[in-house]
T-cell receptor
Framework: QKEVEQNSGPLSVPEGAIASLNCTYS??????FFWYRQYSGKSPELIMF????GDKEDGRFTAQLNKASQYVSLLIRDSQPSDSATYLC????????????FGQGTTLQVKP | SAVISQKPSRDICQRGTSLTIQCQVD?????MFWYRQQPGQSLTLIAT?????????ESGFVIDKFPISRPNLTFSTLTVSNMSPEDSSIYLC?????????FGSGTRLTVV
């Protein structure tokens, strides 16, 4: 069974710090990886996706992918209280089919 | 980015009844996806809906319980049939948008 694992947290960081969120996946053939942010009572919002090994940066967010270790992470620089949310890691192990496997999510708390 | 509207946004239904959820996208898309998010849980794919063909259901989901229509490239419906309290969840539609997958605002269903 294809699985995506995340530490449920909560991960607590002070305002201005770097938050590091981690995700591992079981299917070595997975090709695309996604990070979503979900505020309580809201639908998931796509932060960014990554297909290739290495880093991908978008503003304060950096996604890091290591396919050999089956590991993907999200770094949030200069964390703000508004970043407090649940972060969902999703993996597409089926090629370009849109069938995403989601982790359980990590709750991030950014304290002023 | 694509605007995805879902109706209703929330509903409280009696057990044994059915509810049809609508998903409207402001652009034409090939595939639409229906997910379920049970309370405190992550997202699980129910089915993939292609225009002009039968929906493809994931393991554990069947057409009799979750019939799906896809009459055109901008619209889909998901029906939750013969509801029980275990169907209380958030139901979300999703589309592929330039490599990422965007979610609608969701339908929060409570079955009593």
């Amino acid at each position: 069974q294809k699985e995506v694992e995340q530490n449920s947290g909560p991960l607590s960081v002070p305002e201005g710090a770097i938050a590091s969120l981690n995700c591992t996946y079981s299917d070595r053939g997975s090709q695309s990886f996604f990070w979503y942010r979900q505020y309580s009572g809201k639908s998931p919002e796509l932060i960014m996706f990554i297909y290739s090994n290495g880093d991908k940066e978008d503003g304060r967010f950096t996604a890091q992918l290591n396919k050999a270790s089956q590991y993907v992470s999200l770094l949030i620089r200069d964390s703000q209280p508004s970043d407090s949310a649940t972060y969902l890691c999703a993996v597409n192990p089926y090629g370009n089919t849109g069938k995403l496997i989601f982790g359980q999510g990590t709750t991030l708390q950014v304290k002023p | 980015s694509a605007v995805i509207s879902q109706k209703p946004s929330r509903d409280i239904c009696q057990r044994g009844t059915s509810l049809t959820i609508q998903c409207q996208v402001d652009s034409q898309v090939t595939m639409m996806f229906w997910y379920r998010q049970q309370p405190g849980q992550s997202l699980t794919l129910i089915a993939t809906a292609n225009q002009g063909s039968e929906a493809t259901y994931e393991s554990g989901f069947v057409i009799d319980k979750f019939p799906i229509s896809r009459p055109n490239l901008t619209f889909s419906t998901l029906t939750v049939s013969n509801m029980s309290p275990e169907d209380s969840s958030i139901y979300l539609c999703s589309v592929d948008e330039r490599g990422g997958y965007t979610f609608g605002s969701g339908t929060r269903l409570t079955v009593v």
